[in-house]
């Protein structure tokens, strides 16, 4: 069966005067790339728009509803851009496994990273930016599942107690630490990048105790490069 021919904008069968306005807005979506969103979620817009653009044309060049198509081609293509893959998944439960007890969350982000985020509390002194001894076999865990080809970012946090000037390079020390002690464990430089936040991203309120201690941590983004 010979399907439909492709002009320079959009297949003919969206080009009907009565294609309904979301197969122009999918197919628009899908030629964008949705610049605005991260690559994650970005990678699930063109996901959606090139399933419904697939799923119109098949339905009006076998005589289905192109409409109905489009809906169901989105929806599959939607899913099909934001697989977490089996090795994230494994590598979630090993880091979880390896920070058991010591206080450090292993969570999935909305856009597909691994966050390993680790309290300051029990990872450096007050003040200081030396990691300490107890914490270092969660680390070597996170060094042992990156991957060469993984992306891998460590920010640093504060809570609010103190200046900017003493909490930025603070922050920035830690996450340098951090990531030296990566790199010391066979993580290339290059797949590396290093920010400190100081406290400009809370997480919790800076008012109580306890909320400025969830306040004071690492975080280490674990991401696999764009598909």
């Known amino acids: 069966m010979r399907l439909t021919t ?32 991260s690559e994650r979620e970005s990678a ?35 899913v ?25 969350a292993v969570e999935r982000t ?13 990872s450096f002194d007050s003040g ?17 599942s990156i991957d060469p080809a993984m992306r ?7 809570d609010s107690t103190g200046g900017d000037m003493v909490n930025d390079r603070l922050s920035q020390a830690r996450a340098q630490a951090v990531g030296d002690y990566l790199v010391a464990r066979g993580v290339s430089s290059s797949q590396l990048r290093v920010i400190g936040h100081g406290a400009r991203e809370p997480v919790a309120s800076n008012d109580t105790v306890s909320g400025r201690a969830a306040n004071r941590r690492v975080e280490i983004f674990l991401s696999e490069p764009p598909a």
């Open 80 to 104: 099909a851009g934001n697989l977490w893959s089996k090795r994230m998944q494994d590598k979630q439960a090993a880091l979880a496994q390896a920070a058991a007890g010591s206080g450090v």
């Open 128 to 144: 200081s930016a030396v990691i300490r001894p107890q914490m270092r076999p969660v680390l070597d865990g996170v060094g042992r």
């Open 110 to 122: 909305n856009d597909n990273q691994l966050l390993v985020s680790v309290p300051t509390d029990v």
């Open 152 to 158: 891998v970012t460590v920010v640093g946090h504060t």
């Open 6 to 37: 492709f002009s320079s904008t959009f297949p003919r069968a969206l080009r009907s005067p009565r294609t309904p306005a979301v197969l122009l807005l999918a197919s628009a979506l899908a030629a964008a790339g949705c610049a605005n969103m």
């Open 44 to 78: 699930t817009a063109k996901g959606a728009g090139a399933g419904a653009v697939a799923g119109a044309v098949l339905g009006g060049v076998t005589g289905g509803n192109a409409g109905r198509g489009a809906i169901i081609g989105g929806a599959v293509g939607a």
